[in-house]
């Protein structure tokens, strides 16, 4: 044991370079941490355990242990007061309670096209009832629409009538937080247009965060004009982040085979974009040699790359994975200008910070973790493959063996992509497509050669009417895109779902992932132990037996391969459908019909008693709802979903188990 622990110890000292990193990923820890909090903590006590910190580390010169523990502990502190004043930060109108119609009047600040209507987000002047009582309104609002005819700008002045209601809380246990996300992303209320629009002022005041939208508009209507149909759906979702267009069976079958991170501006494309700008502005000046040996083409070319990746980033509307992207793509011209060599690791870690920093809640957003997990890991283990295969390859230079190169970096990228990103998919989805890596070596080319040049293309020439010639390559590049996806969708079994993940597996995993990539020497492998712990634990995890739903009122019941849907409201959402059958990894959604005030059913042993508040063909009101056998029972009352939200319920050969959506005593600023 001693040799072991002096071993460590030397590996410790030896990677004291890499220490940093991991003060950005406890940083990481305490924004984390502060979410995962029932209550508001006091920021002041933080702050002092933070300077407390920092003052020990000043003061202890000679043990570098204790230096190094303190700058943890300053590190996380300062990341709990970052996140609460972030929080503190922003005023929230939440609306409390429902509304019907009201006529609501305002700016519109934003739109996105949906596969049938609008969402438009308006800055609300006034809101109204039909009889003119004036109500305090909430000052932001995201609203539907239909498309009733009306051409729609940012800063516009509009009117219209629509049902408002809050954000939503969370669907169900270990999921998603709405209400957080509406928050911090200042929506203080959700609802849809029950009128068509009367627009009162037409866009007058300039700005650049309007003239910015309204550009993406343009660029949108033009896409329509010239491609149509889906393909200028898709070419929007590539160009400017317009996904929600896209339809549900394009959307359905990309995500089955893998390829649904291509619609969304991500790394991938901002880097395509910098990359193909670079090569391509540096090769036309190295052709004029007068300018070539007078000038350095190599920063004249990073520097016009940076200008391109910022518009890029503002015009596809600034997605997390993009702006860490961005930021990496900044630290590599910066080395490239001041000649000095980038270290990717670092501008990885650098990037989350940064990003962290300014955005503490994108911490939980599935496009911050599984873009910061794929790079990491991308960049991590790419100098393995470097050392173990492609050095070995590049001593020919053959066709074949560059071929070679190309199609092993594609399938190994393909390979750890996939793995680094995999539990994070699955905890935040619950699925997983078997045959990504296929689907993405298949798709990588077309990306790489066809699609990307083509946004590339049309950005440069639609100003002057010359659009036309890069929607070629782009709309070839699609089609191709859009076959493969539903070549490899259509393999039986290409997708699996999965049970709710606990947290504490996901930190399990992470905890692994971390050591595995931040460090550098062989100790990393270390990392594999909680990795594979946390599989092994996945295996343990069960599908509920039982949903109880809070929003339409519903007992949801596993019966074999189809969920027997118990009561509710006689409408639903097809994407809450989707989420029933995926969370019970079921078919089919059955209706039981009844007309009784009292259903007294029988599943695996249990009785499953209810009540009526409102007996119909189709009821709203589920009074009581008792589940239960000799060894263990579980009543839930119209109050506790009220409180409690949904509830997951499992029942077992040996008793009842069951948890809940919202955790009791939570009081945070969005709950």
Known sequence: MKHIALRLCDCFFEEADNLVLWLIAFFAGGTAYYFALDAEPDWRIWIVAGLSSLAIFFCVKDNMVARYFCLIIFCFSMAVVNASFRTISLSSSRLETPLKDVKIEGEITMITHLA???????????????????????????????????????????????VLHPPSKILFPNKYDFSRHAYFNHIDANGFLVSKIKIIRDADSWSFANFLEGLRMDIHRKLQQDLGGQHSNLASALMIGEQASVSPDILDSMRKSGL???????????????????????????????????????????????????????????????????????????????????????????????????????????????????????????????????????????????????????????????????????YNFNNYSHYSVLANLLAAPVVSFLIMPGVVLTFLLMPIGLGHIGLWPLELGIKIMLKISYKVSSISGAMSFLPTIPTHVLLLFVSGFLWLTLWQRSWRYLGVIPVVLSLFLLCTLKFPSLIIDSKYGSVLVKNGNELVRIGGYKRYSDWYANQWLSLTDTNNIKQLEFENKHINQVYDGYNIDIKIDDAKKWFRNLDNITIGNNRSSLTVTQQDLKDNGSYFVYLKKDGLGYEYAIEKGANRPWS
């Open 260 to 426: 649904s991170h291509v619609l969304s501006v991500s790394g991938v494309h901002l880097s395509l974009v910098s990359i193909i700008c670079f090569f391509a502005v540096r090769f036309l000046l190295s052709n004029f040699v007068f300018f070539a040996h007078r000038y350095n083409t190599k920063k004249i070319a990073a520097v016009i790359s940076f200008v391109v990746s910022l518009f890029y980033l503002l015009i596809s509307g600034m997605q997390i994975a993009t702006v860490r992207s961005f930021i990496m793509v900044a630290f590599v011209i910066m080395a490239v200008l001041i000649d000095r060599e980038n270290d990717a690791r670092r501008s990885v870690c650098f990037s989350a910070l940064l990003i962290l920093f300014f955005m503490p809640e994108s911490i939980f957003h599935p496009s911050f973790q599984m873009s910061f997990s794929a790079v990491l890991g991308l960049v991590s283990f790419y100098e393995l493959y470097i050392r173990k295969v492609a050095v070995n390859l590049t001593k020919e230079r053959t066709l074949l063996t560059r071929i070679k190169l190309y199609l092993y970096g594609a399938i190994v990228s393909s390979l750890i992509a996939g793995f680094s990103t995999a539990m994070f998919v699955l």
């Open 116 to 162: 049938e209507g609008r969402r438009l987000v308006v800055k609300i002047d006034s809101l109204k009832t039909k009889n003119s009582a004036i109500i305090k309104p909430p000052e932001i609002v995201q609203v539907t629409s239909r498309n009733d005819g009306s051409i729609l700008k940012v800063g516009q002045k509009i009117s219209a009538y629509a």
